[in-house]
């Protein structure tokens, strides 16, 4: 390889070091990484130094490094999301649900945006209002999905529900773009019959690997032979992604929808995004191929280009404001499950637009259908929607307030409710016995226990005992229609974390299980707390509190001062320790280069001291 190739190559690659060095340290202005490397890439490009030569190799990696941030992309996809269904137990709304509702809202988005390019191209500034519309129609999945996960929202239906509308925005947007793109192409409209073809594909491909996925023996065959030498899952990974791109191109479709739905396919192996895998092939893109490709949008960026038409810049507000109010105006329909200043939130952060649009510009101006001062103006649109819509969406929408809740309500009028109720009162927390007779639990009233009587399924009684800001509900009643009235309604119309009810009809165990409710059935629970007694002494003397200087203790991660630090760099109050946590409904055992997330739930053991002070910290 000559040295002139290599010499660009490693100012490329020292800039994709630098850049997040430099971003982490701005503290008025949360400036994201990719922004950085398209800023940096103007400087070094044809708009400020001109140190760059393209070479065929600079081509090459910047063009794969598309075609990894697509397969990254595709990756972001849950499927069990789109095709999930939650009953809300109203089948009148259901619209309210959250993918008819993300359908809806990315349905708006796109006649507004179709509209706003018929606007542009009345106004002579773009050859193909169609293509402009769904540029203007886009969502970069990989801005939202990091902002959910900062803000601990991913996992509430806020959160689920601007997943699922990305998810959509990114899928559907790419089809039609590469159907608009090749009725663009001069000559012979057959390609675009051999999309359909790759859709099928997709659907055979994804059935496969989810049938094939559930084979013990692949499984065994992998673990035997992934090792540091092999990475055979990488490889695999690697390999289908290159495969789905040479079929796009041989079917004349577009790579970018090759590696998408190649990123789609494979994400339905990965268990979660903590899997080893997974780790390892963000690490290689966004650790090498991805800032390529960032930085030479950057280089190849022409600023003269914007600056020799007035009217260009001017197209940059006006694309500016266009692509906040085809997003903004659909979104308020989010008020009818949502507060007005979440309802904003919402659309300010899926304007957020990234890799989608950059791309369809690139081909777009390769077409001859935008100029390069429109090409610019896009990029420009980027730049600014990434980096002001996190801003403002997070101005707007306060972190999940999971670790904020307080207080836990006893449902029942027991011996076992006046039990617990005295164990319970023995922590710093608000305890409430609500029940519809009191005559016999009278006697807790004068210690830290409030003991109220009222009907179980009054709901404005619930809302003034606390239910609103209650972290749990402990449901002890017998009858069945009583607890899944009292369960539904806690999950549903307060949102109650945790929510744990005492059932012994075991034909309603599913039916709870799927609002989130955590199910005990007395028998089993005995013959587990037996087992547990006669196989970890050590362990259940600690949970029932017969060892008194060790306690185990449970905190949601809040302290943004620990977002991403790592366990083994965590010091905290004496003796306490880390033992797991759960995050995205998965538990995991943490190791030393586990870094830590808001809204992870973790668990604690040390001394009772220790414990109070680490959740201190962690909750910051």
Known sequence: MEQQTLLPLLLITALAVAVPLVTSRLRRITLPIVVGEILAGMVIGHSGFDLIETSPTLDFLKEFGFAFLMFLSGLEIDFNLLTGRRD????????????????????????????????????????????MGLILSTTSLGVV???????????????????????????????????????????????????????????????AVQRVAQQPLLKRILDEVTHA?????????????????VLAQALGVELILGAFLAGAVAGLLAESEESTARVKLDAIGYGFFVPIFFIMVGVDFKLSALMSSPSAIWLVLILVGLSYFVKVIPALGLRILFPWRETLAAGVLLSSRLSLIIAAAAIALQLGVITEAVNASIILLAVVTTTLSPMAFGRLCRPVESDR?????????????EFLARRLSQYDEEVT?????????????????????????DEALLERIGAGRARALIDLTHTNQATMDLCRLAKDRFEIPIVIS????????????????????????????????????????VLVH???????????????????????????????????????????????????????????????????????????
């Open 88 to 131: 809300t137990g109203d089948l009148s709304a259901w619209w309210h649900r959250p993918l008819p509702l993300a359908g809806l809202l990315f349905l708006g988005t796109l006649v507004l945006g179709i509209l706003s390019g018929l606007l542009l191209g009345r106004l002579g500034v773009v050859d193909n209002p169609l293509l």
């Open 145 to 207: 999905v990091p902002v959910l996960k900062e803000r601990g929202l991913l996992r509430a239906e806020f959160g689920q529900l601007l997943l699922i509308e990305a998810s959509i925005a990114d899928f559907v947007t790419l089809v039609m773009l590469t159907v608009v793109i090749a009725l663009g192409r001069p000559g012979p409209t057959f390609d675009l019959l051999l999309i359909p073809v790759l859709l099928v594909l997709f659907l055979i491909a994804a059935n």
């Open 229 to 245: 030498t092999s990475q055979i899952r990488v490889r695999a990974a690697l390999a289908f992604m290159v495969a789905w791109v």
């Open 405 to 417: 809740r307080h207080g836990i309500i006893l449902v029942g009028s027991d011996q076992m409710a």
């Open 433 to 457: 016995l609500f029940s519809p007779d009191t005559t016999r639990l009278s006697e807790l009233e004068s210690g830290d226990v409030r003991v109220v009587t009222g009907d179980l399924e």
């Open 502 to 541: 005492r059932i012994g009809n075991v034909d309603l165990v599913p039916q709870l299980q799927a609002l989130g409710v955590k199910v005990v059935q007395p028998a089993l629970a005995t013959a587990m707390a037996l087992e547990g007694a006669l196989r970890y002494p050590t362990v259940f003397d």
């Open 546 to 620: 017969e060892a008194p200087d060790v306690e185990v203790g449970e905190v949601i991660l809040g302290n943004p001062a620990l977002v991403n630090s790592r366990v083994r760099d965590i010091r905290l109050p004496g003796d306490a320790l880390i033992v797991s946590l759960e995050r995205d409904k998965t538990i995991m055992v943490p190791h030393g280069d586990t870094a830590l997330r808001i809204g992870d739930r973790v668990d604690l053991i040390g001394t009772p001291q220790a414990i109070r002070q680490s959740a201190d910290l962690l909750r910051g």
